[in-house]
């Protein structure tokens, strides 16, 4: 995140080429800062991931986890504050990326939620670590169609 509290979203190629060479490492193509989410105060992480086309579903919310002795927090409190929510967004066509705008699709009250999915009928799936048991939760609901580029 930046000092500012935003998530950053890095773009990498090359991933499937480790998977059949060792030696092969990717590389950044290029990086996007999620202005409109986190802030000074509550800075705000990528808990998790979801790509469907070109849209990019993320979990947003504290970079840590409260109460397990995260070291983290211990010398950053405040990153234990921002709490989750599911954002869509885009990268910026530019080739370096860019500032970007998130839509927010489902805010939560909680500090846990760890994963997400879709289906075909754009309906999202959540899992949760609720008192370390592993939760999914089905929320009915299209996403919204995020604007395109950046800010």
Do not use: W
């Amino acid at each position: 995140m930046t000092v500012a509290g935003h998530p950053i979203v890095a773009e990498l190629a090359g991933v499937e080429a480790m998977l059949d060479d060792e030696r092969a490492a990717p590389v950044v193509r290029r990086f996007g800062v999620i202005e409109n989410v986190g802030t000074h105060e509550a800075p705000t992480g990528i808990r998790a991931l979801h790509i469907r086309g070109d849209e990019l579903h993320a979990i947003t919310g504290s970079f840590d986890a409260k109460d397990k002795g995260s070291a983290l927090l211990e010398d950053h409190p405040e990153g234990g504050r921002a709490a989750c929510a599911h954002h869509c967004f885009t990268l910026a066509s530019g080739r370096d990326g860019g500032q970007v705008e998130a839509a927010l699709v489902q805010p939560f009250d909680l500090h846990n939620v760890e994963g997400l999915a879709s289906d075909e009928q754009r309906y999202f799936y959540y899992v949760t670590d609720e008192d370390d048991r592993v939760r999914v939760r089905y929320m009915r609901g299209e996403a919204p169609v995020p604007a395109r580029g950046a800010v």
